[in-house]
DNA sequence: AACTACGTATAGGCTACCTATGGGTAGGAA
DNA sequence: TTCCTACCCATAGGTAGCCTATACGTAGTT
């Protein structure tokens, strides 16, 4: 097992997991799936920011430029109500879906 | 949500673990799929054959010409050594991404 | 005669990710 | 002073893996 990486499909659902929590910026968004997964889900830069964009258009998230506490300009995402609504859509589908890989998985 | 699908990056895994439980042909494995997730999870054939040729090609599986119960000529898949331990692998693989995933998605 | 279930297989396209690259700031180490 | 690392945003280009559509063909039912 060369490195742990994400099951393709979840990166939108975990950006949005971790943005109900309150807004952060990209690099913070990043950080904190990392260390929430003991660092076995690691996003890269090239991978957040296209989803991010998706997400901005589709109008899950709006963003703000701010200050950092590091007095860096970032730009802060925030969930909508769509976005919202689209994490409680794609958590139900997970659910589902990864339980049905489960009951295969253990040939009930 | 439309439909029920594939978390991408399983199919292989799927097919790999109904196999451990005996040969089967191409058609059978959809069918098993199915049967095991309640028909949540649909295999479709320009999904797994061309699935099939992969793992053929990677020597996780062999097939052979046979009759069916049904008296078509089928093509019957069995799992080889390699095979297995490309499921063990896989299998390790998924649990602990999917582990990370849930831990993520709790916010613990 | 038409339709459904059974069966194998490929071509072409799309989505979503990764790699590589580019830009730029702040702070500490050498 | 220069280098390196951490902090930050963003795009271009490639690839993997799935789906849709299509093709071919048999057996049994309506």
Redesign the pocket.
């Known amino acids: 097992m060369p490195k742990a990486?994400?099951v393709?499909?979840?990166?939108?659902l975990l950006v949005l997991r971790v943005l109900q929590s309150g807004p952060l910026?990209?690099?913070?968004?990043a950080?904190r799936i990392g260390q929430l997964s003991s660092d076995i889900l690691?996003?890269?830069?090239?991978?957040?920011?296209?989803?991010?964009?998706?997400m901005l258009l589709k109008g899950w998230v709006k963003?703000e430029w701010e200050l950092?506490?590091?007095?860096?300009?970032?730009?802060?995402y925030r969930l909508t109500a769509a976005g919202r609504k689209q994490l409680e859509a794609e958590l139900a589908n997970y659910d589902q879906v990864n339980r049905a890989i489960k009951s295969v998985l253990k040939l009930a």
């Open positions: 990486e994400l393709p499909g979840t990166l939108i910026h990209g690099y913070a968004i950080q690691q996003v890269e830069e090239g991978s957040l920011y296209p989803a991010l964009q998706k963003a950092s506490e590091t007095k860096r300009r970032v730009r802060s």
